[in-house]
């Protein structure tokens, strides 16, 4: 499944996408890692975006996506869940609460149903901070202050 197109538009070009499905309906970066190069293991570069494989493994690609420092993660809005708490809460800078429930879509570009959870946009690096704060998408903006 691929995240709704309209998602990408509003946040702007990418350098690399990660986690990106084998086959896909349109190009989310300039690059592509798939589950064949294991986006976790190779070298991560320029602006990121991370729609990583939900469960345990987002917290993986998430905690990558803080080391690297200037990322754009989408996750279904599991707050109560410890990767939420080590690689959200704890090292992002910027969250955007999207309104309502994302209809993802299928590697044809068909439109699939609606997830079965709200989703959130996570922001590492002033850059995508910005983005997240100024972006045409329907939803809440939330700064996270990281000072003791």
């Known amino acids: 499944m691929a995240y709704p197109p309209h998602i990408l538009r509003a946040l ?3 350098d690399l996408d990660p986690c990106s499905p084998i086959t896909r309906p349109w190009d989310t970066a300039h690059h592509h890692y798939t589950v064949i190069e294991d986006g976790l293991k190779m ?3 320029g602006r990121v975006w991370c729609n990583p494989p939900y469960g345990e493994a987002a917290g993986k690609f998430l905690a990558k ?3 690297h420092g200037n990322a754009m993660g989408l996750v279904f809005t599991r707050m109560e869940t410890q990767w939420f708490y080590s690689a959200v809460w704890d090292k992002a800078d910027a969250l955007f609460f999207i309104k309502g429930r994302l209809a993802f879509h299928h590697v044809t570009g068909e439109k699939g149903g609606s997830a079965g959870c709200g989703s959130v946009l996570v922001a590492y690096g002033k850059n995508n901070v910005d983005v997240l704060r100024n972006c045409t998408l329907e939803g809440r903006f ?3 202050n990281h000072e003791q």
């Open 43 to 45: 070298p991560w570069f």
């Open 12 to 14: 702007g070009e990418f």
């Open 142 to 144: 939330i700064l996270l």
């Open 65 to 67: 996506c803080a080391s």
